[in-house]
């Protein structure tokens, strides 16, 4: 179909096909065609901006990201990528800012609590990094990993009661997720049993 001219229709299928076939390389080479074709496309200029980041290209990526933000219905999730990749430059206020902006709008977003967490842990900011992290514990009351960080927090703060009472909810957590787990294999199993495929 590329070759009969039709690349809007069928590029982006192609680099979202070759990446999920783990072929990076050739996944890039069809978006940057698609972006050269129709540069209004926002979906394919996001996964190039993944994409090089997967790629260690931080700075094309930061770049990828900085134009996205400036668009209303990508901010919140370039926004979120964009902070951690300036986290990981160090580059604290920005990444917090680029947070902090997204949070005023969308107070529930979940991956923008967590990264600002993660941030103001980061730099010890101990208390300050508790309201992100208790709120997601209000909004995901069945994540034990915010438990985790939860009885971190509280241990640096030297609440030790709150501290043990996450680490207890966290080994729970942990505990009834690894039970599904092993059933949800060992459903697939006798599936593929009963339907007489190898497993």
């Known amino acids: 179909l590329t070759a009969e001219g039709q690349f809007a229709e069928v590029l982006g299928r192609l680099g979202d096909a070759r990446l999920m076939n783990g072929d990076r390389t050739g996944a890039k080479l069809a978006y940057l065609e698609l972006v050269e074709e129709r540069p209004d496309s926002s979906r394919v200029r996001y996964q190039l901006a993944r994409l090089c980041a997967a790629e260690g290209e931080i700075e094309e990526a930061v770049a ?3 134009r996205l933000v400036e668009e209303p219905d990508w901010e919140a999730r370039a926004g979120v990528d964009l902070a951690q990749l300036l986290i990981g430059r160090e580059e604290w ?4 800012g680029l947070l902090a902006e997204i949070l005023a709008e969308t107070p529930e977003a979940q991956a923008a609590l967590w990264t600002l967490g993660a941030l103001l842990f980061r730099q010890e900011r101990y208390v300050e990094a508790l ?9 995901t009351p069945n994540d034990y990993t915010v438990d985790a960080m939860l009885s971190k927090l509280y241990g640096r703060l030297g609440r030790e009661q709150e501290a043990h009472r996450a680490f207890a909810r966290y080994q729970e957590g942990k505990a009834q ?3 599904r787990q092993r059933l ?3 459903k697939r199993a006798l599936l593929g049993e009963i339907l007489g495929e190898s497993p």
């Open 177 to 179: 997720a690894e039970i």
């Open 184 to 186: 949800e294999v060992e």
């Open 93 to 96: 206020d920005e990444a917090e």
């Open 131 to 139: 309201e992100p992290f208790e709120r997601l514990g209000e909004l």
């Open 64 to 66: 990828a990201y900085r």
